[in-house]
């Protein structure tokens, strides 16, 4: 299924409230435990996303719902199947697949037509994140049963299983999915191939990942009290905070 659009926290949702990131100072990765819990009592958390060519951050609209051009009517087959966070990607006939992931109580994946009229669900699985190349669609799942599926023709295949659960995703310029679990930050190539970036996940229990973009050969992660960098090239990964 070729993709035309993919719909991302670029949306409206986070249109107010962006804080550019290269204006950010660049700060020791927290590592240490007296750090890392410090950083978890914040009550501060960052959301990443593309705006205007760059890479923002914001604090203010955390796992936002992205924007549909229609109003999702429900029914009571579909009852509490069409609430959660949403991950939407527009496919090249004009209709969408929405992807909606409710935590704990699970996510559904549904394939609307261009004006929301019609529906169809495809699955019962907790998708965090739809991405897609030229060709494929991808869903990130939030399980390690899953972890990365191939979408296509309504259907859902298994593409690479994962040993820790997927907490966010994006893909880079090469096509390689980069996603980070709740242990480490992981390199997927097209072959289903596993490069590992950043092996011990010192985020774990701490600092809750839940947003990533891949922008000019690096990589940002949304945390609890900052955001995390890693230059795909150089492989040095760098913590920055607001001041």
Known sequence: MRLLL???????????????????????IPTDA?????????????????????????????MANQSLPFLITPVPED??????????????DGHYLVAFYRAAAGGSLYRF????????????????????????TYGVVADTTHGIVKIANGRISPFKRLKS??????IDDAGNIIVITEKSLLSIDKMGGTHTLLEKGFWNEYLYPHSLVVY?????????????TYDLATKKAVWLMEN
């Open 216 to 228: 000019q050969g690096k990589v940002y992660v949304g945390m609890r009290n900052g955001v995390l």
């Open 113 to 136: 037509d261009a004006n929301g009229k019609t529906r169809e669900k495809i699955a019962e699985l907790p998708i965090i994140k739809l991405l897609a190349t030229e060709k494929l």
């Open 34 to 62: 007296t750090t890392l819990t410090k950083y978890k009592a914040s009550a501060t958390d960052y959301a990443v996303y593309m705006r205007y060519g760059d890479v923002y951050a914001t604090k203010e609209l955390i």
């Open 6 to 28: 993919l719909l991302s926290l670029c949306m409206t949702s986070f249109q107010d409230g962006g804080l550019l990131l290269r204006d950010w100072k660049a700060h020791p």
């Open 79 to 92: 009852s509490g199947k069409l609430t959660g966070n949403r991950s939407i990607l527009q496919t090249s």
């Open 165 to 170: 659960t997927p907490l966010a995703a994006d």
